[in-house]
């Protein structure tokens, strides 16, 4: 098994913390660890996808070697990708679509890009979960993508902290 960097360093600090004399209990309280495991599929990744990431999305397919011959969206909606890469398309690329499938995945405290961006779009809170089960929905954004196809909304802080 490989571990990153980043777990080392963690488990160094638990073990210092712990031959200091400190109880498991609080050793476990003092340093959570997240482990980014498990396969995510491209079309679940990509149901998050609104286009307003200024092409981070196809710069993170391209990465991984997804094919995505229109440009836009992968060709294999039902390609299984780790975890770990779908967390470095949000972070090195910005693709907020990742960053929203690991929110809900892992259940990150990390603000929805899609939220943000449909209240962009709308001027209205809440439409998440509506926007995945309603098509009229999903034509109203298409109605209005044309106009934000040049906008880039960038990733809060909050949502890199999270993914960290």
Same mark, same amino acid.
């Given at each position: +098994?490989? $571990?990153?960097?980043?777990?080392?360093?963690?488990?160094?600090?638990?073990?210092?913390?712990?031959? !200091?004399? +400190?109880?498991?209990?609080?050793?476990?309280?003092?340093?959570?660890? #997240?482990?980014?495991? *498990? /396969? @995510?599929?491209?079309?679940?990744? /990509?149901?998050?996808? &609104? *286009?307003?990431?200024?092409? !981070?999305?196809?710069?993170?397919?391209?990465?991984?070697? @997804?094919?995505? #011959?229109?440009?836009?969206?992968?060709?294999?909606?039902?390609?299984?990708?780790? !975890? /770990?890469?779908?967390? #470095?398309?949000?972070?090195?690329?910005? =693709?907020?679509?990742?960053?929203?499938?690991?929110?809900?995945?892992?259940?990150?405290?990390?603000?929805?890009? &899609?939220?943000?961006?449909?209240?962009?779009? $709308?001027?209205? =809170?809440?439409?998440?979960?509506?926007? $995945?089960?309603?098509? !009229?929905?999903?034509?109203?954004? @298409?109605?209005?993508?044309?106009?934000?196809?040049?906008?880039?909304?960038?990733?809060?802080?909050?949502?890199?902290?999270?993914?960290?």
């Amino acid at each position: +098994m490989r $571990f990153s960097r980043r777990q080392l360093f963690t488990a160094a600090g638990v073990t210092a913390l712990a031959s !200091a004399g +400190m109880s498991t209990r609080a050793v476990a309280a003092v340093a959570p660890v #997240r482990t980014w495991s *498990g /396969e @995510i599929s491209v079309g679940d990744w /990509e149901r998050y996808y &609104l *286009g307003l990431d200024g092409g !981070a999305h196809q710069q993170a397919l391209g990465a991984l070697g @997804i094919a995505h #011959r229109d440009g836009v969206r992968a060709d294999e909606q039902y390609l299984m990708v780790p !975890a /770990e890469s779908v967390r #470095r398309a949000a972070l090195e690329f910005g =693709d907020h679509a990742a960053a929203d499938v690991l929110r809900d995945r892992f259940g990150l405290d990390a603000p929805s890009m &899609l939220g943000r961006g449909l209240k962009l779009v $709308f001027g209205r =809170d809440g439409l998440e979960k509506r926007y $995945f089960d309603d098509p !009229a929905l999903q034509l109203r954004y @298409i109605g209005h993508q044309r106009r934000y196809a040049n906008y880039v909304m960038p990733m809060p802080s909050a949502v890199r902290k999270a993914l960290a």
